[in-house]
């Protein structure tokens, strides 16, 4: 069994089980993570696996947890191939499953279908519930872990190689700087520099800043850095820029919320004595992205910094109640967190 809270290497192949890309995968499987993008990468894998290549259209099935119940996942799992010897159940959002509903896959966990691969995934298992005992002693888990800031460089030149290029130090270090938007946003870009830089085999930092500077995820950095910093003027600006890339009113909220509860862990390890270290580990933010959370938290109290959160609340409920305003009371928002 591999172990829940293992975390793979930058360049490890996206599948931590070898049987599965060898064509041999076994009945009962579970991936979870707070990064999308690996956890997906996971997905198709399995999706690509000799296991399921005869006939994949009629015998790969994926649900999704928030539409498909515990009832009618099962019932697949209890179905047998067509025109084939295995079949592979995906079920996404795991987490969304209510104790109620995972309980209903227990009697199933402890005698699965051997002909079936039923395929976990999700942002998170709680190891203290029934479920995720059941699934770790009857099949195999794999929990995709945060990355910390030092690995994402590494994991960057290794999705810059799969392209045939390679990224310069510093265009590494300025894209890792980046990391908290996400892996998958990340990679997007890469995608684009490799076809921006055409046959080059190299990229360099002036062509990551010449390509990204009007991008929708350099401006959501920009935003979130700008607001953090208390910048209003950059903060206004930066929201203009996503707000013109037709970026929706209910994302960016998404990412102020997503910072100022950050900005509460930050105060919470400054407060049991810790320092930027400590953050860095506990956040796993690049070195830049630390310091200004740091910088900002520590001007600032718990109660101090729960309060914006409220008015992101109240903000999002003006949204839903205001129907064509939404800039003008984006704006109010960013003028209040800077002040």
Not at 23 to 49: C, K, R
Not at 212 to 217: D, E, K, N, P
């Amino acid at each position: 069994m591999t172990a829940p809270d293992q975390q793979p290497a930058a360049g490890e192949g996206a599948l931590p089980w070898p049987e599965v890309a060898a064509g041999e995968a076994g009945p009962l499987y579970g991936v979870f993570g707070e990064e999308d993008f690996l956890v997906n990468q996971a997905l198709e894998g399995f999706m690509a696996s000799p296991s399921f290549a005869e006939n994949p259209s009629l015998n790969i099935e994926r649900f999704l947890a928030a539409e498909a119940g515990p009832a009618r996942v099962l019932e697949s799992a209890l179905t047998l191939p067509f025109l084939g010897s295995r079949r592979l159940l995906i079920v996404s959002e795991t987490h969304l499953y209510k104790a109620d509903q995972t309980a209903e896959f227990l009697p199933y966990l402890e005698d699965p279908t051997p002909s079936t691969c039923l395929l976990f995934a999700g942002a998170k298992l709680d190891a203290r519930t029934k479920f995720a005992k059941a699934l770790k002693k009857a099949g195999k888990v794999h929990v995709y872990k945060k990355m910390y800031a030092r690995q994402v460089i590494p994991w960057l030149n290794q999705r810059a190689a799969a392209r045939g290029k390679s990224l310069s130090p510093d265009a590494a270090r300025y894209l890792a700087e980046l990391a908290g938007l996400g892996l998958g946003a990340l990679d997007s870009e890469l995608e684009k520099l490799s076809l921006y830089v055409g046959e080059a085999r190299r990229i360099e930092l002036n062509q990551v800043k010449e390509l990204m500077g009007g991008s929708r995820l350099y401006s959501i950095f920009d935003f979130t850095d700008a607001v953090a910093s208390r910048r209003l003027d950059r903060a206004l600006t930066s929201y203009h820029q996503l707000d013109s890339l037709g970026e929706p009113a209910v994302r960016v909220l998404a990412m102020l919320s997503r910072l100022f509860r950050q900005l509460l862990e930050v105060r919470r390890v400054l407060d049991s004595g810790g320092g930027q270290r400590q953050v860095q580990q506990s956040l796993r933010t690049p070195p830049q992205a630390t310091a200004t959370l740091v910088a900002r938290a520590e001007q600032e109290s718990a109660a101090s910094l729960a309060a914006p959160l409220e008015r992101i609340l109240a903000t999002d409920l003006a949204l839903k109640s205001s129907p064509g305003a939404d800039r003008v009371i984006m704006e109010r928002l960013v003028i209040s967190l800077c002040a």
